[in-house]
């Protein structure tokens, strides 16, 4: 008989509440992570939901983001760095 465990079934096995949270939370963030790319691909639908969160006043905002991020998006990541700070 093997006296090793595998640490991550043992955590499980002792801690089944830490392990439905980290689940739960693995689970949140890729389905955010598509929300973001679903939201990228559709700027429309991202600026919508802009509108409804944080009411007209903000589309400006989002706009000259969306500008920044176009810009920017030939550079290398340390002029983009630069660029945006």
Request: charged share 20%; aromatic share 6%; proline share 6%.
């Amino acid at each position: 008989m093997s006296t090793y465990a595998d640490p991550e079934s043992t955590i499980c096995q002792r801690h089944p509440v830490e392990a439905l949270f980290r689940s739960c939370l693995t689970a949140l963030l890729l389905s955010r992570a598509a929300w973001c790319i679903a939201a990228t691909l559709d700027p429309d639908a991202l600026q919508q939901q802009l509108i409804a969160r944080f009411g007209p006043a903000r589309v400006n905002l989002l706009k000259d983001w969306q500008h920044l991020v176009a810009a920017t998006k030939p550079l290398g990541e340390e002029a983009k760095l630069k660029r945006v700070n």
